[in-house]
């Protein structure tokens, strides 16, 4: 049995606004993408290390798809994936704020 994996609000808000962007030019595309964003975080409930660590963020972790990285944190006791944020990385990155 795997880890659990789970959304903070923070990361939901950020998917919502990629698939509203993307819905504004093509909602085929806008839900195809939203729907890889969320399998490529539920990969992480059979490899939750499977993503790169982050410089400088002890802990955190990050895991890319297409233009958009995936950032999140590993609780091995209790076997559970944070997903923190999904962001677009075209966007300007000292803008991203991360806990």
């Given at each position: ?70 950032f999140y ?17 075209r966007q ?8």
């Amino acid at each position: 049995m795997g880890y659990q994996v789970g959304l903070t609000e923070e990361a939901q808000a950020d998917l919502g606004v990629v698939v509203r962007f993307l819905a504004e030019k093509s909602p085929e595309a806008a839900e195809r993408i939203g729907n890889e964003l969320l399998d490529a975080a539920l990969t992480l409930t059979m490899f939750p290390r499977r993503g790169s660590p982050v410089r400088r963020r002890p802990g955190m972790r990050k895991l890319t798809h297409r233009d958009y990285v995936i950032f999140y944190q590993v609780n091995e006791a209790a076997q559970w994936v944070e997903v923190v944020r999904i962001w677009d990385g075209r966007q300007n990155p000292s803008s991203l704020r991360l806990p």
